[in-house]
T-cell receptor, first 114, second 113 residues
């Protein structure tokens, strides 16, 4: 079974631009969560989608948004990029058939904002 | 956002030594998880704990869910070079199947052969 895939793996943008990251969950998984990882703040929860609906949201500004498609693939968008948005963005998928141990992480997208 | 207090931040140990790291929180969690992350990869789940007082092993790894539900520890016995990486604790509160996790800042483990 293929794991969680994220594209692109690396991205360089400039301040003010917007960016869209993509996540394809493990086949059959319907829940996708997004996390931001930085050296200073560590791993922080952005939002979670299930069946195309956002079920939970972390404490991030409205510039961070996401969506999920009918095939469970998810995208997250960051508008008006700031230097502090440079981070590793991780997505995790889950089948929701059990507890949190069904949550699998992808390799992440490394975003650098110049 | 809320963070868990994870310590130590980093460790340098000799191959063969045992390792211990822990996480504490001011809030109660229903589930404690321990992940390992290697360069260029996402976190990989090592151990999941669901019940206060639970002690669970996975090979050379042992983790415990604290009685107060506000802490957890991870032990690695007889460390080997491939144990190198960053270890994260994570806590989850129950809530309609939502999988929001709160993470510690990680313990960076270096193993000297």
């Amino acid at each position: 079974k293929a794991g969680v895939t994220q594209t692109p793996r690396y991205l360089i943008k400039t301040r003010g631009q917007q960016v869209t990251l993509s996540c394809s969950p493990i086949s059959g998984h319907r829940s996708v969560s997004w996390y931001q990882q930085t050296p200073g703040q560590g791993l922080q929860f952005l939002f979670e989608y299930f069946s195309e609906t956002q079920r939970n949201k972390g404490n991030f500004p409205g510039r961070f948004s996401g969506r999920q498609f009918s095939n469970s693939r998810s995208e997250m968008n960051v508008s008006t990029l700031e230097l502090g948005d440079s981070a590793l963005y991780l997505c995790a998928s889950s089948s929701l058939s059990g507890g949190p141990d069904t949550q699998y992480f992808g390799p992440g997208t490394r975003l650098t904002v110049l | 956002g809320q963070q868990l207090n994870q310590s130590p931040q980093s460790m340098f140990i000799q191959e063969g030594e045992d390792v211990s790291m822990n996480c504490t929180s001011s809030s109660i969690f229903n589930t404690w998880l321990w992940y390992k992350q290697e360069p260029g990869e996402g976190p990989v789940l090592l151990i999941a704990l669901y019940k206060a007082g639970e002690l669970t092993s996975n090979g050379r790894l042992t983790a415990q869910f604290g009685i107060t539900r506000k802490d957890s520890f991870l032990n690695i016995s007889a460390s080997i070079p491939s144990d190198v990486g960053i270890y994260f604790c994570a806590g989850q509160r129950s809530g309609a199947g939502s999988y929001q996790l709160t993470f510690g800042k990680g313990t960076k483990l270096s193993v000297i052969p």
